[in-house]
């Protein structure tokens, strides 16, 4: 304990140099501008701008390239929230109610209260990578296949809590989400499957472009229109801070949000981008009022976004305590420590303990400039959405086409967007939810490797998702949840779909054949 | 009237530019170096210091782009197809030779043809090696070798994919030893690495310098090494070759023109490739990466590479379609 | 009887329909070891019965006339200049397909005064651009005359 605090002494007194500090906050600022990009998020963040890092000496270019990933994060959630498109996958829970929220003229606080969870989440991740990152990164290299398998299955009965109109309708836009998950190339196999000629279809279609469209510009197709504009809301000055009740619900959401989001994120693989939507779904579960979800309810907000940040530094446990390319993400930062001439390995917190503490440090301080620049920000921000609409969103259109082409340099991926934004649009006239399809789109391709990864570790034999503790503890749990969400179901029928939420007020009301 | 002017001087003035364009001495405009893969991988992170290097020497900007997907198929057809102006270059890794290969096996049309592409140099080549993690009991490959006949089809090994570079090296070392492994694979390099950190899988054939932190620190023990010559950072390590296994395999980077391209401006790459690679700033670069410098001028590089095509063909052909060989 | 559910119930099941035709040439492996068809299949499948759930319970809901597609005619223009975005953005590069597009938007969809138009396609396109691909070195495609 002494040792950390000292060795933590040590951190910051490197990162709070004149240069570091220098680099951190220009990392923040280059990565909030950056996410603010529709669909650029802090992996298409650092990747791009890793090149212009090169020149600088080490601890330098890593703590830039920190500051750029956080920045990112949190400039992400900027535009989730004020015109609903999504910054990156993980933000798309945070349109729905972040969104409802500006409709309602609560856009200040909406902003302010992410910002506050991500600062919050972001440091006490930090404080527990700090003195948990060995003993966590041993436990998290356990999980391979079988165990990322169970963990998705999971993530699936999320699905059953994220919407709040009709079951077999959601259900049915997860089963297109995850049917769009299957177009590419099989790993196991080899096999193109769907792709139709298209070599850039490969990788399968891309979530961010899917979800730019889904929800950025199917909305802006839903209003543009409109003979009407939408109303502009003035927002005083008061109205830009949360009130007080709003502080009160967030507390929670953020602490649950933090440990969900760092234990989900320390898992070696992409699994951290459905920290947010396990949060807005362990939050609707808990809540008292769970029919405000998805009409601007401030857990919807708080929740995710503290799991979006929290599982961010998350995935830097395995990565810093164990040099294991734990993710895209830690394996760019990887490859920047390589370049710089550290190899980083299990031994990189002994033999460099400058680079590691100073990142961790950096971290702290990035959160904090984060905040800081953040928080006022928010005035500026809202005022944004006093531009007339009709001059908004060609600008906004114009910033999707940027953000979504810069990620892969891919014309495609405009495609891609433009053809999800028109199925949005008419998913929506139809009253079908959105989310679950990016939801699917994200977990289908891990489920089926994941699945098919673990059968050929055991030679086809199902019996390895038992045998294996972590594995079948998880799925036990799993079913055991699934199970106690339908007893009342058998019980006492529709009342308690009607209690949690789900049963669509308007439907009730219409029975004309 | 107006239109029909306008379209006239329009079209003047294009033929002039493109007139103009096509006389200019090579290079007049920026150089596109193609990395088709992500950054901070391995063809990302030699492409960059090449590029500098020869930006240098040409004394014209050269500029890295990715363009990534499909296992690099993406980038390297788009170079295939591009113009051969000598503006659009392609930094490719030796999984070059495995795509189309695989492409005929499913009976697809090729995203490229490797006659669409001539090289201009090879940069470097690291011999893969294979470890195996640290708690399992074979010491040296002929355990291994003897174990893997023991247990036909238990021992399992990573990969970054299907076909991909690390499975089709594996592939050589079963049909050299007369032994059968399972295979694991994952969706890159990344991946099969932290799998056999994790203690999933036994064995891993990788490029020596992701593992050589993880080697020193005792969670990965190497056994043998793809190359003809030990690597440098592992002078005990033996080679297969030493072992008495005929099999050679390197992960190698190199740069590539589209065929067509012009014989001077190829000329002018080459040359400019072969002053690049002894540029101090570049070895420099290279070192930090431990990824040995090993120069080939294109026609030793076309005839390397040609082997090693065939070579992956076989194996590729040896493997056959996955799903047949239940 | 024609409800706005029933028919985009059919449209799923039919949907379901194609891509379990589409599957036929991916091999379905076993139980114990799926091929690439396997999951694509029984995604298919379960879509199809989701689908004609929502078919079945689709008599409570609006009638398909109740629709309103007012802004339908917006909408397929904005698509429109996505699509041609598509297209040129390599071909003309990013500033010249953003001023067009900002152009058609703002000119013609929205009716705005011409030098209001000229100034925001100018301004944006031109100062998104230095600001991405100038200072923050993101790369964004140069068309005809290095525009």
Known sequence: MVETLQNLYLGFSVALTPSVLFYAFAGCVIGTLVGMLPGVGPLAGISLLLPATFGLNATNAIVLLAGIYYGAMYGGSTTSILMRIPGEAASVMTCIDGYEMTKKGRAGPALAIAAVGSYIAGTLSVLALMFLAPPLAAFALRFGPPEYFALLVLGLLVLAYMSSGSMPKALAMAALGLLLGMIGIDTMTGFFRFHYGLVELGDGIGVVPVAVGLFGISEILLTAGLPTPPAVHKPRLRELLPSRQEWRDSAAPIGRGTVLGFLIGIIPGSAHIISSFVSYALERRLSKHPERFGHGAVEGVAGPESANNSAASGAFVPMLALGVPSGPIPAVMLAAMMVHGISPGPLLIQQQPELFWGFIASMYVGNVVLLILNLPLVGLFVNLLRIPYPFLYPAILAFCVLGVYAVNQSVVDVWIMAATGALGYLLRKFDFETAPIVLGLVLAPMLEMSLRQSLAMSGGNYAIFVTRPIAATMLFVGVALLLLSLRPLLTRGADWRRSVGLEDKRALGEENP | ?326 | ?147
């Open chain 3, 1 to 147: 009887m024609l409800t706005r559910d029933r028919v985009a119930g059919s449209i799923l099941v039919l949907l379901a329909v194609v891509t379990a035709w589409e599957t036929r040439r991916l091999p379905l492996g076993t139980l114990h070891n799926p091929g690439p068809g396997y999951m694509p299949l029984l995604l298919a499948l379960i879509l199809g019965l989701l689908g004609a759930l929502v078919v079945l319970r689709g008599g409570g809901s609006p009638p398909l006339r109740a629709l309103r597609w007012s802004e339908a005619g917006h909408a397929v223009a904005i698509l429109a200049g996505c699509a041609f975005a598509a297209v040129a953005l390599e071909q003309l590069g990013y500033r010249l397909t953003v001023i067009v597009l900002l152009a058609f938007l703002l000119g013609v969809m929205e009716r705005k005064r011409p030098a209001v138009v000229a100034a925001v396609a100018l301004g944006l396109s031109f100062g998104s651009f230095f600001l991405f691909s100038n200072l923050l070195r993101v790369p964004l495609p140069r068309g005809p005359w290095g525009l």
């Open chain 2, 1 to 326: 009237m107006m239109t029909r002017l306008l379209t006239l001087l329009s079209t003047l003035l294009f033929v002039t530019a493109a007139a103009a364009y096509a006389q200019e001495p090579f290079p007049s405009r920026p150089v596109t170096l193609v990395a088709p893969f992500p950054p901070g991988g391995v063809a990302d992170l030699t492409a960059r210091p090449v590029a500098a290097a020869m930006e240098k020497v040409l004394k014209n900007p050269v500029v890295v782009v990715n363009k990534t997907g499909a296992a690099g198929a993406v980038g390297m057809s788009f170079v295939a197809n591009s113009k051969p102006d000598g503006y659009t270059l392609l930094l490719a890794l030796s999984s070059i030779s495995i795509i189309p290969e695989a492409d005929k096996l499913f009976n697809r049309t090729p995203a490229y043809n490797m006659t669409q592409l001539s090289p201009i140099a090879l940069i470097s080549a690291d011999p893969t090696i294979l470890v195996v993690a640290a708690d399992r009991p074979w010491k040296s490959v002929k355990e291994f070798v003897e174990d893997a006949k023991r247990r036909p089809g238990e021992i399992s090994f990573s990969s970054s994919g299907v076909y991909g570079t690390l499975h089709m090296a594996t592939e050589m070392l079963s049909h050299a030893g007369g032994i059968k492994l399972k295979h694991v694979p994952f969706g890159g390099a990344g991946p099969a690495l932290t799998a056999i950190l994790g203690g999933h899988v036994d064995a891993l054939a990788s490029g020596p310098a992701v593992v050589l932190p993880h080697i020193k620190a005792g969670k990965l023990r190497p056994l043998a090494g793809w190359g003809a010559k030990r690597v440098a950072a592992l002078p005990d390590l033996p080679t297969f070759k030493e072992l008495g296994y005929d099999i050679e395999f390197y992960i190698w980077a190199g740069v590539f023109a589209p065929t067509g391209t012009p014989a001077p401006v190829l000329k002018t790459l080459r040359d400019a490739v072969r002053q690049a690679v002894e540029d101090s700033e570049f070895k420099g670069a290279m070192a930090k990466l431990e990824t040995p410098i090993a120069y080939m001028d294109a026609p030793e590089f076309q005839k390397f590479w040609d082997k090693d095509a065939r070579m992956l063909a076989d194996a590729i052909k040896r493997v056959g379609r996955i799903e047949e060989k239940k």
